[in-house]
């Protein structure tokens, strides 16, 4: 287990979750409002200054939005990383929602939009014939 985990709220149906282990603070925040939204908590036997605590919180949206990019903002579309940094993801946000695996490690936006260019006129054709 890392030192971040995210998870879907209990208490609030489009809520987020996110806990640093290591420093024993919470930032909960509404699904693609992570700046708007997000209130601070700190678990009972959290002992960080005010300084301490600033840096925290930023270290946790830096991982949040490189990782989970598609729970923290409402753009449409977006990149995240794997929290292993393996593997990198181009998503969507709303309907039809996906994210799609980029298998290569140098692709450029150009490549990537031809492809997907390629990829729709697949889909609207196979479409046709089915």
Known sequence: MGQYIIQKSSTQPNGWVLTDTENKVVIKFQDGQFNESQKVTLLEDCTVT???LAHIVGA????AARHHGSKCFSHV???????????TYLYRRKFPRWRLELQEDRVTAESLASSL????????KRNRHE
Do not use: P, Q
């Open 50 to 52: 005010v300084d301490e």
């Open 60 to 63: 946790m949206g830096e991982w």
């Open 77 to 87: 579309y977006g990149y995240e990383k794997s929290e292993d940094e393996a593997i």
């Open 117 to 124: 260019r390629k990829a729709a006129e697949f889909l609207t």
